[in-house]
């Protein structure tokens, strides 16, 4: 197998673990609440200081991996993440939870968009699509693994001794990947002379200066549009990480296992977004379609999004629910291929700084998701009104792709 399919194979892993690390918090939610003694919005604060930490450190952690390689930044922020993965288990209260939830989602920010600047070194042009579709799908099932095994995992072992554990996973991985990746296939060991000219053959070469600063970024429309339509696919997609599973055994009287399974399966259904999207974008794009290759599906998935959205909040069992949310989240997940991709398009060689930017508005969403939920339930009522901001959000993010460019780069100040 050729050297650059083992390095998705790496990423996919560390996508597992990325997701199932932070979805242990609220597999735990029961146990840490009533051991911390949090009400629900307090609990709320937990999930969003995470989202706050993870949205503030996206940019600079896409700079550091612009700058010093993902091989060297990926190895450290998995490290830093684990410890305080560790940490959470020794939490003593509501402050201490807070500043480990804030601190492991610092240390996780750098992840996706150092992964992104090893994707642009490392992945032909005609390939990003599906490789990005299957990284965010490792995600969702990481997620989906996690709300099924966690709940058990934590009957057997205790919440404590569940995050000691995942901690030292993480590190595991950490040694793996500084062992075998290098920056660049010139620099790996094993990769063939036909795999490297393959890749360099198909590494667009940039005209943008190798870091972009961030007034730069600020000044493209294309970036404002990443952002903002990042912003609103993570406003639904963070629910299905921080509140989707109270909410499912709650609202519907479920046992443990059961809300773990039904609330797995639009994780499930965002992995198969992400596949169905990766092979789309991939496919218009060789057949010349490139602008097209990256509205499309995320036009078809933020409608898809808000169409299982509008017709879930008034579902009338668990099963239907969860049937209209697997519909939205496989839309929602949609978006990341050619979200992903478009920064690639638009960032070059400063990919990871231009991705880690967009990342960062998009969890500013995932940070006002896991507050907006408890406390627009506490005003209203009830949850109708989350799930229709939601859709409508979805709803403007369609229109702004009408308007995104892949073909100008940022810094080049033209079309190329």
């Known amino acids: 197998?050729?050297?650059?399919?083992?390095?998705?194979?790496?990423?996919?892993?560390?996508?597992?673990?990325?997701?199932?690390?932070?979805?242990?918090?609220?597999?735990?939610?029961?146990?840490?609440?009533?051991?911390?003694?949090?009400?629900?919005?307090?609990?709320?604060?937990?999930?969003?200081?995470?989202?706050?930490?993870?949205?503030?450190?996206?940019?600079?952690?896409?700079?550091?991996?612009?700058?010093?390689?993902?091989?060297?930044?990926?190895?450290?922020?998995?490290?830093?993440?684990?410890?305080?993965?560790?940490?959470?288990?020794?939490?003593?209260?509501?402050?201490?939870?807070?500043?480990?939830?804030?601190l492991?989602?610092?240390?996780?920010?750098?992840?996706?968009?150092?992964?992104?600047?090893?994707?642009?070194?490392?992945?032909?042009?005609?390939?990003?699509?599906?490789?990005?579709?299957?990284?965010?799908?490792?995600s969702r099932v990481g997620g989906a693994a996690a709300l099924i095994v966690m709940p058990w995992f934590i009957q057997s072992f205790g919440w404590r001794e569940s995050f000691f554990i995942l901690g030292a996973i993480g590190v595991a991985w950490a040694i793996f990947?500084?062992?075998?990746?290098?920056?660049?296939?010139?620099?790996?060991?094993?990769?063939?002379?036909?795999?490297?000219?393959?890749?360099?053959a198909n590494r667009?070469?940039?005209?943008?200066?190798?870091?972009?600063?961030?007034?730069?970024?600020l000044t493209s429309r294309n970036m404002w549009i990443a952002m903002a339509q990042y912003l609103c696919s993570n406003f639904t997609f963070f629910f299905t990480l921080t509140w989707l599973y109270p909410f499912i055994q709650k609202t519907y009287d479920l046992s443990i296992a059961t809300a773990?399974?039904?609330?797995?399966?639009?994780?499930?259904?965002?992995?198969?977004?992400?596949?169905?999207?990766?092979?789309?974008?991939?496919?218009?794009?060789?057949?010349?379609?490139w602008t097209g290759s990256r509205r499309i599906p995320a036009i078809i998935g933020f409608l898809l999004g808000a169409t299982g959205l509008i017709f879930g909040m008034g579902a009338e069992s668990a099963v239907e629910a969860i049937i209209w949310l697997t519909i939205a989240v496989f839309g929602v997940d949609m978006t990341l291929s050619p979200s992903w991709s478009f920064c690639v398009d638009i960032g070059r060689k400063s990919s990871g700084a231009v991705s880690g930017t967009m990342n960062m508005a998009g969890n500013l969403g995932s940070f006002t998701t896991a507050l907006a939920f408890p406390y627009l339930q506490l005003w209203t009522g009830n949850n109708e009104i989350f799930f229709i901001v939601a859709a409508a959000l979805n709803i403007f993010a369609a229109l702004l792709w009408l308007k995104a460019?892949?073909?100008?780069?940022?810094?080049?100040?033209?079309?190329?």
């Open 1 to 102: 197998m050729q050297q650059r399919y083992w390095l998705v194979v790496g990423t996919f892993a560390l996508s597992l673990l990325l997701y199932i690390d932070r979805i242990c918090i609220s597999a735990a939610k029961a146990d840490v609440t009533r051991d911390l003694q949090l009400s629900d919005t307090q609990f709320g604060w937990v999930l969003s200081a995470f989202a706050l930490g993870y949205a503030l450190f996206q940019t600079p952690g896409g700079m550091l991996a612009d700058k010093y390689g993902p091989r060297r930044i990926l190895s450290a922020i998995v490290v830093f993440w684990s410890a305080f993965t560790a940490l959470t288990g020794l939490a003593a209260g509501y402050v201490t939870m807070l500043v480990y939830r804030f």
């Open 104 to 138: 492991f989602g610092a240390g996780e920010a750098g992840a996706f968009p150092a992964i992104s600047r090893a994707v642009y070194s490392w992945v032909p042009a005609q390939e990003r699509g599906l490789v990005n579709g299957i990284n965010f799908s490792g």
């Open 177 to 200: 990947w500084w062992s075998w990746f290098r920056d660049t296939p010139e620099e790996k060991p094993g990769v063939s002379d036909e795999e490297r000219a393959v890749i360099a």
């Open 204 to 217: 667009p070469v940039s005209e943008a200066a190798e870091t972009v600063p961030l007034g730069v970024m």
């Open 260 to 289: 773990g399974i039904l609330a797995a399966m639009p994780l499930l259904g965002g992995a198969l977004g992400n596949w169905a999207s990766g092979l789309l974008v991939d496919r218009l794009y060789r057949s010349g379609r």
């Open 405 to 416: 460019d892949p073909q100008k780069p940022i810094g080049t100040g033209r079309a190329t």
